[in-house]
């Protein structure tokens, strides 16, 4: 209101701490979300840049570049894939709790987008077998999938990582274009479509059959 004091049905739910939290100033609007942390983000991210454009609040001469870096080892639906090498702060956190163990893992990010990322890759035998137990890999499953990648790190293979960057991507942001599909050379529509080639078409069965793919069409019950 035009003390400064927060009105809201909220508010009775709200302890005095976090009403100190949000107060602001008068004729102020304070928004804010409750779920879980990465649904709160990406819910108020939103919100951000849609503001950011309404009120004419984002500069289209400036450029703007950040590191993102400290990613999870571990998350639910993997965010990269469990070759990463983690911190090394991280490792003794495999046997016990490795829920906060961390990835040397980074993305580049330019006025918002990201333009490319990658990370370190773990280059041990003995690490990358205890990633796999925390994945819940039994030693059979490790030797039957990955059994070739151990052996070889065994051999002692160096230190690795990389980076790789959206060429496309770096287009959109250079050409200030709101949507990817515009700086992609074949670009797919919903329907995951090339209109340009009318991709995919047909294979014929002679080559299905070179190829030994055979297709199978389920029926709704099935």
Known sequence: DENGEPRSPILKFLSEPELEAIRAEPGSTVLFGADEPAVVARALGALREHLGERLGLVPRDVWRF?????????????VHHPFTRLTP??????????????????????????????????????LQAKVFDVLQLSPEQQRDRFGFLLEALKMGAPPHGGIAFGIDRMLMVLAQEPNLRDTIAF????????????????????????????????DEAG
């Open 187 to 218: 670009p797919k529509n919903q329907a995951g479509v090339d209109p340009m080639s009318g991709a995919p078409t047909r294979v014929e069965e002679e080559q299905l059959a070179e190829l030994g793919i055979r297709v199978v069409v389920e």
């Open 66 to 78: 950040v590191w993102i870096t400290d990613f999870p080892l571990f998350d639910w639906s993997a």
């Open 89 to 126: 702060e991280s490792e003794a956190l495999l046997d016990s709790d490795p829920g906060p163990a961390l990835a040397v893992a980074y993305d580049l990010v330019g006025n918002g987008e990201e333009l490319g990322g990658g990370p370190l890759r773990i280059h041990e035998s003995e």
